[in-house]
């Protein structure tokens, strides 16, 4: 479970003040965490490695669940 990740858009969320999440199936974006796609750690990983302007970050589900606790 916790090998599972959100993907941020820095662009958009520095931008619009916003966090901003990637969709599920990287169709779109959202500022709800309740509609972010969950990434498995192979597909997050190479979607940093391939975002050419390194805009976008994975966030571990593990740390996002301690925090709403």
Same mark, same amino acid.
């Given at each position: 479970? $916790? @090998? =599972? *990740?959100?993907?941020?858009?820095?662009? /958009? #969320? !520095?931008? #619009?003040?916003?966090? #901003? $999440?990637? +969709?599920? @199936? +990287?169709?779109?974006?959202?500022? !709800?965490?309740?509609?972010?796609?969950? $990434?498995?750690? &192979? &597909?997050?990983? =190479?979607? %940093?490695?391939?975002? *050419?302007? +390194? /805009? #976008? %970050?994975? !966030? @571990?589900?593990?740390? %996002?669940? @301690?925090?709403?606790?």
């Amino acid at each position: 479970m $916790y @090998n =599972q *990740f959100y993907l941020m858009d820095l662009e /958009r #969320t !520095i931008i #619009t003040g916003l966090a #901003t $999440y990637w +969709k599920p @199936n +990287k169709f779109g974006y959202t500022t !709800i965490l309740g509609e972010a796609g969950i $990434y498995s750690e &192979e &597909e997050a990983d =190479q979607i %940093v490695s391939d975002d *050419f302007d +390194k /805009r #976008t %970050v994975a !966030i @571990n589900l593990h740390i %996002v669940d @301690n925090i709403l606790k």
